[in-house]
């Protein structure tokens, strides 16, 4: 991506998206940022305007302003050419699917965060990389491991014992390459590089989270 980057912000939030845009421009890599407010208005300004970054409110507090919508419109026209940024209050496991993997953002936000990681999450985004913060990730984390297939679940608590691959595939009475598969599953959809940190992962989730305390979507009951 370029040094210097556009931003288009859509938030129909006017004193939100002020704030927003002037801690914005202090940041040594943008160098311009409109704002829009609804659907129509953000697929017009993209026919007429160069834009690199949209950063995008989901707001489901309205009829009128659907950002899961405009994310997919964006994709659907412009492909990876514009990266999206997910700034929201709405910080759900299901919203997260849609958005992170369905529609292929590029990072993923609350938006009670300070400006020094929404800086962080721009900086990752113009570097090429995805990002997401950790208070979502967390709130993903337990949606996964709730959501787990039954096999994945059962490798993920052997391997939590201390079983080698070898020793799972004989304890399930399944090959060792069937074994690699799902771990190399849960290590795509956990972000992680080792079984050690994937565990380390599964054990966190375990000791903070009750099954019986969580709904379906990863929030406390």
Excluded at 117 to 143: C, F, H, W
Aim: some cysteine; proline content about 1%.
């Amino acid at each position: 991506m370029k040094d210097k980057v556009q931003i288009l912000l859509v938030e129909d939030s006017d004193i939100f998206a002020e704030g927003l845009e002037l801690l914005l421009r202090k940041h040594p890599k943008v160098s311009k940022v409109d704002h829009v407010t609804n659907y129509e208005d953000t697929l017009d300004f993209l026919k007429n305007n160069a834009v690199d970054i949209i950063i995008l409110d989901l707001n489901f507090e309205t009829t009128e302003f659907k950002g899961e919508t405009i994310a997919k419109k964006v994709r659907q026209q412009y492909g990876k050419k514009i990266k999206i940024i997910v700034l929201t209050q709405m910080a759900r496991y299901d919203y997260y699917l849609k958005l992170y993997e369905q529609c292929k953002v590029d990072a993923y936000l609350d938006k009670r965060l300070s400006i020094k990681e929404t800086y962080k999450a721009l900086e990752a985004v113009i570097s090429g990389q995805r990002y997401i913060d950790d208070n979502i990730q967390r709130m993903v984390d337990i949606g996964y491991f709730m959501h787990l297939p039954k096999r994945k679940k059962e490798i993920l608590e052997l391997l939590c014992g201390g079983l080698t691959q070898k020793m799972i595939a004989a304890t399930l009475d399944i090959s060792p390459k069937t074994v690699e598969g799902h771990i190399g599953w849960l290590f795509e959809r956990f972000r992680v590089m080792s079984s050690t940190e994937l565990v380390a992962r599964y054990l966190i989730y375990k000791n903070r989270n009750r099954d019986d305390n969580i709904d379906g979507i990863g929030n406390k009951k």
